[in-house]
């Protein structure tokens, strides 16, 4: 058909019919009639190429997307373990805590029990140490210096004590304090034992008991075996003297002017090796009381 | 509107006469499922090439203008919405596309009216009859003489089948104008081709 003749053929067509009511009716029949005129263009589409291109597009978008949402699945599973763990371990380790460390009441009943059995130990072992410090000594030159030690080793148990009987939580501070005072009493004592030549006069006062059980003894035994004494240090009020056992053991008295006499004192002699040693019956007792 | 609320209309309503609507393929595909997409594509591939080469352009511009505008619709699935029929959508997308290939045309001072008659309308169409070739070249020299905005409306009318409304939507522009538009375009076209007839 001739696109004429189809133009021919609408302008009938449309005469014949109902008049357009409008000029815009008319100009779309007529652009209708003229498409009418052309088929429909199957052929005319994009090429394969650009079909598999678009295609694959799509799948590979999704795809990457799928993978993303696995990535971030992993991703928020991986935290999700790793802050369940942590707060196992914690309330583990506070659980294991709790276990070790009874409740406030328990803990201070214990305490207090154990410190007293540490006390008593310590108490004992520091009687021990002080018997063994104030034991007598051989030798003269040691007396004074025993004494010090003694007094030392006191001072030492003291600290030991005091620090044990500290509360339980003992703070750095004053655990690094309680810690230089023994070191340095130790230190003290150390010197002590190192330097003899420190002398005091204290030991043991003579009793009449004393004086009475050493005259029977001196009478049982034989003359050349008689206990003997020497002075070591006289004071205002007292005599500091040492008696020799026959069983060559010595032991340091304080005698009392005001009950005992020294008749016989011993001449002055800067010699250490003779020893100024008088009889014991050269001791008189001069008042009861 | 929720992703559920899609997915339990796509169950039903959006199944007409034994086939899935284009929106319910779109969102099955927005979900992960590519297979709904090549459905999708199969249905509109040739509307979106035809948009493109009814615009004056040649088969390669055009093919790159289709391949511009898929992609946008595959980087898009997510948002996509059912607010609007899907091929308005679609041909939103393909007209944005057009509209940049345009500008970026503008600013690199290529554009030649020989775009415009490069593929004139079915001449490629080896059926058709002498007369009917004057016609179409006719026809295709009318609309490329048209200016854009009712060039486009018309287009969008005639070849792809919008109504008004569709193409306002499409366009975002005013019904009214689309509209003035629609009409300014057939009176040219009438003017032109008005020798064909007498």
């Keep these: ?26 100009d779309e029949a007529f652009i209708n009639t003229l498409y009418q005129q052309f088929p429909p263009d199957e052929d005319q589409q994009p090429s394969e190429f650009l079909d598999k291109r678009i295609i694959k597009a799509a799948y590979q978008a999704v795809a990457t997307e799928s993978a993303k949402t696995n990535k ?34 328990t803990s201070t009943n214990v305490v207090s029990t154990s410190q007293k059995d540490k006390q008593m130990s310590t108490k004992m072992m520091a009687d021990e140490a002080v018997a063994a410090f104030s034991a007598p000594e051989p030798m003269m030159e040691k007396q ?47 010197v002590s034992k190192r330097s003899p030549s420190v002398k005091g006069p204290v030991a043991q006062k003579f009793t009449l008991a004393q004086y009475q059980l050493y005259t029977v003894k001196n009478a049982q035994l034989s003359v050349e075996n008689k206990i003997m004494w020497s002075l070591i240090n006289e004071q205002a009020d007292s005599y500091y003297i040492t008696i020799y056992l026959p069983d060559n053991n010595t032991t340091n008295y304080l005698l009392a002017k005001t009950q005992f006499k020294l008749n016989a004192l011993p001449v002055k002699n800067h010699d250490k090796r003779i020893l100024n040693k008088q009889v014991f019956s050269e001791i008189i007792l001069t008042n009861r009381q | 509107m929720t992703q559920s609320e899609l997915t339990i209309q796509k169950t039903d309503k959006n199944i007409v006469g034994h086939e899935v609507t284009d929106e319910a ?19 509109h591939k040739r509307v979106i090439f035809h948009f493109f080469i009814k615009q004056g ?13 898929w992609l946008k619709l595959i980087n898009a699935r997510k948002n996509y919405q059912v607010s609007a029929q899907f091929r308005t959508y ?30 004139p309308i079915a ?28 060039r486009e409306v018309f287009l969008l009318k005639q070849e792809s089948g919008f109504s008004i409304e569709q193409i306002a939507k ?13 009409r300014y375009a057939l009176q040219r076209l009438r003017k032109g081709l008005s020798d064909y007839v007498i």
Excluded at chain 1, 74 to 97: D, K
Excluded at chain 2, 57 to 69: R, V
């Design chain 1, 1 to 26: 058909m001739h696109y004429k003749d189809c133009a021919r053929g609408y302008l009938t067509m449309s005469s014949k019919l109902t008049k357009p009511t409008s000029h815009l009716q008319e």
């Design chain 1, 72 to 105: 971030k699945k992993i991703t928020w599973f991986h935290s999700l373990a790793t802050a369940a763990s942590l707060i196992l371990v914690i309330s583990l380790v506070f659980q294991q805590q709790n276990h070790i460390l009874p409740s406030a009441e």
């Design chain 1, 144 to 190: 004074g210096v025993i004494v010090q030690q003694s007094a030392l080793a006191k001072s030492l148990t003291s600290t030991v004590i005091a620090l044990k009987n500290q509360p339980r939580k003992i703070e750095n501070k004053d655990y690094r304090q309680a810690t230089e005072i023994q070191r340095l009493n130790q230190q003290k004592l150390a």
């Design chain 2, 25 to 43: 393929l779109m969102i099955t595909y927005a979900e992960g499922d590519a297979s709904a997409f090549e459905q999708l594509y199969q249905r």
């Design chain 2, 57 to 69: 352009l040649s088969t390669a511009i055009a093919e790159e203008l289709c391949h511009d505008t």
């Design chain 2, 90 to 119: 679609l041909f939103t997308i393909a007209r944005n596309t057009l509209i940049d290939h345009k500008n970026k045309k503008s600013n690199q001072k290529e554009e030649t009216h020989a775009d415009l008659t490069e593929t």
């Design chain 2, 123 to 150: 001449l490629n169409n080896t059926d058709l009859s002498n007369q009917q070739r004057q016609l179409a070249q006719a026809l295709t020299a009318n609309i490329a003489a048209l200016p854009i905005e009712q």
């Design chain 2, 170 to 182: 499409i366009t975002a522009q005013h019904k009214e104008k689309v509209k003035s538009s629609w």
